[in-house]
């Protein structure tokens, strides 16, 4: 067997070879002393189906990962050209977050840049990474600079089934910009690829501990305003989510209430690529009023809308905000006077400045937080009928902060006074 191995700077590895096979003739050879580090947690490289997919467009597979460690570090997978080389033809490797629509792709992980391709049976293989992904997740590929034409085209083996992992038998593909799913005649939708991963360091459990009453008590820690996931197994084969979390102050106590008596149960914790909203609420006594405060927690300098409702699907919106710090408390007066009122945070909508819930100052002026990008300059507009603006300032974001205070004073006037923050194009 004649074999070329050629490799780049970019922690890219390609190889020519005359035979199918080739990933796994890398596996047990290794390549150009390039150590491929961590715990495999995904593999389907054996099982060739003797057949190819091409296509123009980006596509690639949802796949579910073995093992315990979820931060990438390696990435195989083999591909055919079929196509006389002119330096001209690529690829490109990209990592998805699978929160969008029907959990279909969305929130891009990773992308690998320009990478070369060859003609014949071809392995790319990225090293090197740190990319944090769930138990779950997307890759997708894309072939650059051919027609898709016979004789100048390139696509992905296919290979069923996975040995470690496992992968549905469609796969995702993109086309004018909507993610959809496709099937492969008679056969599953599966494709060479081979996965290793770190653990991931930035978050861990702490601590462990048995409480009289049979439950258990977890403290995990990380970076402040990330999330995470719990999992747990009674068997260390079969690994279940107990719930998910947000760390706000360098670690979070989570407990389990749920063990059975006399199980060994284990847990593991997985970082989530993608920041969830989470919040909470209390009722606080001021003199003989009572107000609720809601605390919402997220990713800082993304916007997210409280919503309320007295019965379960009738949500209407509260009000937008921005978070700075990543964490938001908003006061509302109405709530604590119902026996019953729901509330609950949602992504977006994505606008570049928000204007905070107003404080009434004791020289009846109202206080403003406004949000927005760094460097932006907006106005601050207010009117009494909704239809009429007068700006009152204009005001810039520094470019080490998302916020600044603004006070009116309109409101020592008599009657009903609105205001709007407005972003001016640069």
Same mark, same amino acid.
């Given at each position: 067997m004649d074999t070329i191995w050629k490799s780049n700077q970019n922690g890219l590895i390609v190889g020519c070879a005359?035979?199918?096979?080739?990933?796994?003739?890398l596996l047990v050879y290794g390549v150009l002393g390039l150590e491929m580090t961590?715990?495999?947690?995904?593999?389907?490289?054996?099982?060739?189906?003797d057949s190819w997919y091409s296509s123009r467009n980006e596509f690639g597979d949802d796949v579910t990962l073995?093992?315990?460690?979820?931060?990438?570090?390696?990435?195989?997978? /083999?591909?055919?050209? /079929?196509?006389?080389?002119?330096?001209?033809?690529s690829a490109r490797i990209r990592f998805y977050a699978n929160d969008g629509p029907q959990l279909s792709p969305s929130t891009l992980l990773y992308e690998s840049g320009r990478l070369p391709i060859y003609p014949g049976y071809n392995l790319a293989?990225?090293?090197?990474?740190?990319?944090?992904?769930?138990?779950?997740?997307? @890759?997708s590929i894309v072939f650059e600079g051919l027609s898709g034409s016979y004789s100048n085209r390139a696509g992905l083996l296919i290979y069923d089934p996975p040995v470690l992992g496992s992968s549905y038998s469609d796969f995702w593909m993109k086309k004018e910009g909507v993610w959809g799913t496709y099937v492969l005649k008679n056969k599953n939708a599966n494709f060479?690829?081979?996965?290793?991963?770190?653990?991931?360091p930035s978050m861990e459990i702490l601590s462990e501990q048995s409480l009289p009453d049979g439950s258990r008590k977890l403290v995990i820690t990380g970076p402040n305003f990330s999330s995470g996931e719990l999992w747990y197994s009674d068997d260390q084969t079969e690994w279940l989510l107990l719930r998910e979390f947000n760390i706000v102050s360098d670690s979070v106590v989570l407990g389990d209430r749920t063990v059975p008596p006399g199980v060994p149960r284990s847990y593991r914790v997985v970082r989530?690529?993608?920041?969830?909203?989470?919040?909470?609420?209390?009722?606080?006594?001021?003199?003989?009023?009572?107000?609720r405060v809601i605390r919402v927690s997220g990713a800082p300098g993304s916007t997210f809308t409280l919503e309320t409702a007295i019965r379960?699907?009738? @949500?209407?919106?509260?009000?937008?905000h921005v978070f700075c710090s990543g964490i938001e408390e908003i006061t509302d007066p109405p709530g604590s006077s119902f026996a019953t009122r729901f509330y609950r945070a949602v992504k977006g909508p994505e606008i570049p400045v928000v204007l905070g819930y107003p404080h009434l100052l004791a020289n009846g002026a109202v206080e403003f937080l406004v949000s927005?990008?760094?460097?932006?300059?907006?106005?601050?507009?207010?009117?009494?009928?909704?239809?009429?603006?007068?700006?009152?300032?204009?005001?810039?974001?520094?470019?080490?902060?998302k916020t600044f205070n603004f006070v009116s004073e309109a409101m020592l006037e008599p009657g009903p006074v609105y205001y709007r923050a407005v972003p001016i194009a640069p």
């Open positions: 005359r035979s199918l096979g080739l990933l796994s003739l961590g715990e495999v947690v995904y593999d389907n490289t054996f099982g060739y189906r073995s093992g315990k460690a979820r931060s990438i570090s390696s990435f195989d997978v /083999e591909y055919f050209g /079929e196509f006389n080389a002119t330096g001209a033809e293989s990225l090293r090197g990474l740190a990319i944090s992904v769930s138990n779950n997740f997307t @890759w060479p690829v081979r996965i290793q991963a770190d653990p991931d989530s690529t993608v920041p969830r909203l989470q919040l909470s609420s209390k009722v606080v006594q001021d003199g003989e009023t009572q107000h379960m699907g009738d @949500w209407l919106p509260l009000t937008t927005g990008s760094p460097g932006m300059d907006c106005l601050i507009q207010r009117s009494v009928d909704l239809q009429n603006w007068t700006t009152e300032a204009t005001r810039a974001f520094s470019y080490m902060s």
